[in-house]
């Protein structure tokens, strides 16, 4: 570099240090690049005036969201795309660059933050600016003012096999969604976009759903025996030996099994055959990785997996702990469980400080990890000043960053603190009657010293394998030969249950045992998967979507293969085996290439009705449950004569009859239990009157879900239920209500015209003078006053209202496949993609900074063909596009003349608003 670094040492206050170069002068400084701003500045605060720190915010370029941004006939050339807001970044850096004396790139420890500096080092090359400045390589594994100087003064080279093993990942996630997706839009529309570790992840969530669903309840029998000493101490004991057998869990299968041993009992005699106490240790878990930390913030702490990840990367960059800036804990992307030998030092330093030398035990402890293709290549997680404890951080840290550092302090410690003594004492109990015996056995257990339980307040430290359920607390003293009483015995009924829905962090945890994906991308995966509508999360539980499991159906049909979990492993193995330069990535992006492509030709071949027949035949048990009269579930109902079966529409999947249009039977998929028994939900539940017009009141079920209606024919008056109402919920008030709007606020104060409030097709709103705008619940649409409404209707205004220019283009997406560029919009009901004429609304919640071609197509199709919009191409483009786009117009209106009155009567159902 330009200037000696001293190891672990450097003057922050040496000033700014200049040379006449001619006319120019030239600063005497480095420039370091780190991912984000925040970062920047802590780590600013202790280089000092010779260096400038400057944030890319996260990766500077990615692949353009359209097809050819990864060529496999080119041997997987890549290309890659600045956008603006990151472009403006990389100028900065540069013009900083060309006055600089060299260049330190200082992005986070792992493979995305030696990509990140991959991506910056080549754009500067490009551009020109570094000519013959030295660059650098540094990484830390904490935020601290050692660690980054002790960093600078160790620099090394970017490692290219970590930049290989990016870039192979980057274009195998390219090439599966760019190829599989549109597979999935022709031949299941209605589905989103599939991704190689989001589907198998799906496809656990799927396949504990089907376990539930096919799982038959056992019933069995526990029977405990109230007993005590001659002494008149009580304890219970449980039996474990009856008919000359061993009594499990399960083994006692009915009342009447369970009975008769109770009679046994009730009239036996009791006494002690043995008792045993021995003394066990319990030890401390590893240090926190990435999984680890996300499975105790959600089981602890109720936080999911991306609010972990968000608070502990405030944490890990930076807090103010009143006038020093630090890192309060290690890099939280990491699957090691072992920490530094000086870490270890400082924790066992501070255990003997904080809790005694009693609790330090007699050689640090080591840990190594039992998940499958775990590198280790970093630090577990752990604070990085054990003096800073949860307590004393408390009064600079909010709720949540109390609470993680509180919980990642406490393991880091526990982790190097003596194990826990205890004394477990078993008793085994013999009941004898008439000949018959049976054995029954007490067991406690004693902390005789809580070791490293110290470290937790709350002693809530998560169970061990070995932990047995019947160890809940100590025995009284209970002597060998002596007889016992019995007070009461207890024989109760219980029945087997299915195994749990996947919370976020038993899917973690999962997907961690089989080796599939790595730590940084467990987060993303999970919120894509809420994004795309493929699971819900309800009390925490994952529940998948009727189109999550269509899509899992139709890959484990059809691309097997890519959502095998021990194919998926071996992926990231050989990913893992790049990132150590053992493998070559352009050969493992040719041979799964080879495989992958031929598969997806396959597909070309096949017709939606062969598709249909293998989903009705995967999904059966959710497309048509078993009927209370033991009917053929697929015999219609409505009709008598029709076979159920699904049916693929612009929305999605339904299930309808064989016999339409003479039979328009339809309902959702998974729809509720009396549609599911045959029951037309087409027929009306009359919920009352409407005082005011004398005309029934009904709560209905169309193909696009449960609406209620007043009313009958073509002038009846409809609305479709909120998000959150609960047809089973609906009674007539509510129902009155919602076909009450719109409703009238009161006139706006500045001109007199008058405010209303409604739901429509972008969810509850207030309107003024042709402006819009959202607010935030279907309740706020029946409470809302004057001033409320003026005030959100200003807001919309002052970000833009009715009377605004056309909106600029968010970001571009690419060219449609038809010609043209498709752009990301914010418009006056929210942001839509937008190609030539067609404008289609963006899903409610999805960022639009985050949609992506392949995403944008289906909603554009949907929105054609819904609006019958003549889809031009511009006339800049060739002759052959414009045929394209032409061919694709007339096969939209052949099908929209196909439409038949049933259809029209459906979607009048959805919403009049």
């Given at each position: 570099m330009s200037k000696a670094i001293e190891a672990g040492k450097l003057v922050a206050d040496s000033g700014r240090r200049t040379r006449a170069s001619k006319k120019v002068e030239t600063v005497d400084m480095d420039v370091v690049v780190v991912e984000s701003p925040a970062k920047a500045k802590t780590i600013n605060k202790y280089l000092g005036k010779d260096y400038k720190v400057l944030a890319s915010f996260g990766h500077v370029r990615d692949l353009p969201p359209k097809d050819g941004s990864v060529l496999p006939d080119e041997d997987f050339a890549m290309t890659w795309?600045?956008?603006?807001?990151?472009?403006?970044?990389?100028?900065?850096?540069?013009?900083?660059?060309?006055?600089?004396?060299?260049?330190?790139?200082?992005?986070?420890?792992?493979?995305e933050g030696e990509a990140i500096s991959w991506h910056v080092l080549d754009l500067l090359q490009k551009k020109k600016v570094l000519?013959?400045?030295p660059v650098k390589r540094v990484v830390f594994n904490a935020i601290t003012k050692k660690a980054v100087l002790d960093a600078m003064a160790n620099p090394r080279d970017i490692d290219e096999s970590l930049v290989n093993a990016y870039l192979a990942r980057r274009a195998l996630d390219y090439l599966v969604g760019f190829n599989l997706s549109p597979v999935l839009w022709r031949k299941l529309p209605g589905a989103r976009s599939a991704g190689r570790v989001q589907s198998v992840a799906l496809r656990l969530v799927c396949e504990r759903e089907n376990e539930i669903e096919r799982f038959i309840p056992e019933e069995y029998w526990n029977i405990v025996a109230d007993l005590k000493t001659p002494r008149g101490d009580q304890f219970e004991a449980r039996l474990v030996q009856a008919d000359g057998k061993r009594v499990q869990k399960?083994?006692?299968?009915?009342?009447?099994?369970?009975?008769?041993?109770?009679?046994?009992?009730?009239?036996?005699?009791?006494s002690v055959a043995s008792v045993e106490a021995k003394p066990v240790k319990r030890n401390p878990g590893p240090p926190f990785t990435t999984s680890t930390l996300q499975q105790a913030a959600s089981s602890r702490l109720g936080f999911s997996a991306s609010r972990t990840m968000q608070v502990a990367q405030r944490l890990y960059e930076g807090v103010d702990t009143g006038g020093e800036t630090a890192g309060l804990i290690t890099y939280m992307r990491t699957d090691g469980v072992s920490m530094a030998p000086e870490a270890i030092t400082a924790a066992r330093s501070a255990i003997g400080d904080q809790f005694g030398e009693r609790y330090l035990p007699e050689k640090p402890r080591a840990y190594s990890t039992k998940a499958k293709n775990a590198q280790e290549a970093h630090e577990a997680i752990r604070p990085t000043d054990f003096t800073r404890t949860p307590q004393s951080m408390k009064k600079y840290l909010d709720a949540d960053q109390f609470r993680l550092y509180d919980l990642v302090w406490k393991r880091g410690i526990a982790s190097q603190m003596a194990s826990a003594e205890m004394e477990r004492t078993t008793a085994e109990i013999t009941a004898a009657q008439g000949g018959e015996q049976v054995g029954l056995r007490a067991v406690g257990t004693v902390v005789k010293f809580n070791g490293f339980l110290a470290a937790y307040e709350d002693n809530r430290e998560e169970k061990q394998p070995s932990d047995e359920d019947e160890d809940d607390g100590r025995l009284p003293p209970i002597n060998q030969g002596e007889a016992i009483d019995k007070e009461k015995i207890r024989a109760t009924q219980h029945f087997t249950e299915p195994p749990p829905r996947y919370s976020e962090a038993s899917l973690i945890k999962k997907l961690e045992e089989l080796g599939i994906g790595r730590p940084s991308t467990y987060a993303s995966t999970l919120a894509t998967l809420r994004d795309r509508e493929y699971v819900t999360i309800e009390n925490r539980k994952l529940t998948p979507e009727a189109k999550g499991r269509l899509v899992t159906a139709f890959l484990e049909n059809f691309f097997n293969r890519y959502v095998e979990y021990d194919f998926t492993a071996d992926l990231e193995e050989k990913l893992d085996k790049i990132s150590d330069g053992?493998?070559?990535?352009?050969?493992?992006?040719?041979?799964?290439?080879?495989?992958?492509?031929?598969?997806?030709?396959?597909?070309?071949?096949?017709?939606v009705t062969n598709v249909l027949d293998a989903l009705n035949e995967a999904l059966a048990p959710l497309v048509f449950p078993k009927r209370e009269d033991g009917g053929d579930p697929r015999q219609c109902q409505a009709c008598g004569t029709g076979r159920l079966s699904l049916k693929l529409g612009r929305y999605g999947a339904f299930v309808g009859c064989s016999n339409y249009p003479e039979c328009n039977y339809t309902r959702q998929l998974g729809g509720d239990a009396e549609a599911a028994n045959g029951i037309n939900p087409n027929e009306p539940n009359e919920l009352g009157t409407d005082p005011e017009t004398g005309e029934t009141v009904t709560l209905r079920t169309g193909r696009f879900g449960p609406y209620v209606q007043r009313g009958e024919g073509k002038e009846a008056k409809r609305t479709s239920l909120p998000k959150g109402w609960k047809p089973e919920d609906m009674d007539l008030e509510k129902a009155l209500k919602l076909l009450s709007l719109p409703r009238e606020v009161g006139p706006h104060p500045e001109d007199g015209k008058m405010i209303t409030a409604g739901l429509g097709r972008y969810g509850p709103f207030v309107l003024h003078d042709g402006t819009y705008a959202n607010v935030e619940s279907i309740e706020d649409v029946f409470s809302v006053g004057v001033n409320h409404a003026v005030s959100i209707i200003a807001d919309k205004r002052a970000n833009g209202g009715r009377r605004r220019s056309a909106p600029a283009a968010l970001k571009s997406l690419g060219d449609h496949p038809d010609g043209g560029e498709i752009t990301v919009n914010d418009g006056r009901y929210g942001p839509y993609v937008k190609w030539g004429k067609i404008n289609a609304t963006l899903p409610k919640g999805k960022d639009p900074q985050a949609i992506t071609l392949e995403e944008a197509l289906p909603l554009i199709a949907a929105k054609a063909e819904k609006s019958g919009t003549k889809k031009k191409t511009p006339a800049k483009k060739t002759a052959a596009k414009k045929t394209t786009a032409k061919k694709t117009t007339t096969k939209a209106k052949t099908a929209t003349k196909k439409t038949t009155s049933a259809k029209k009567k459906a979607e009048a159902e959805s919403d009049n608003s």
């Open positions: 795309k600045v956008d603006t807001a990151s472009a403006k970044r990389v100028k900065d850096i540069a013009d900083a660059v060309k006055s600089a004396d060299g260049l330190i790139l200082a992005t986070d420890p792992d493979r000519k013959d400045k399960n083994s006692i299968k009915d009342g009447e099994h369970a009975n008769r041993i109770k009679t046994l009992l009730e009239a036996a005699s009791y053992s493998l070559e990535w352009k050969q493992v992006l040719r041979d799964f290439w080879k495989d992958f492509f031929a598969q997806v030709e396959d597909t070309k071949e096949l017709r």
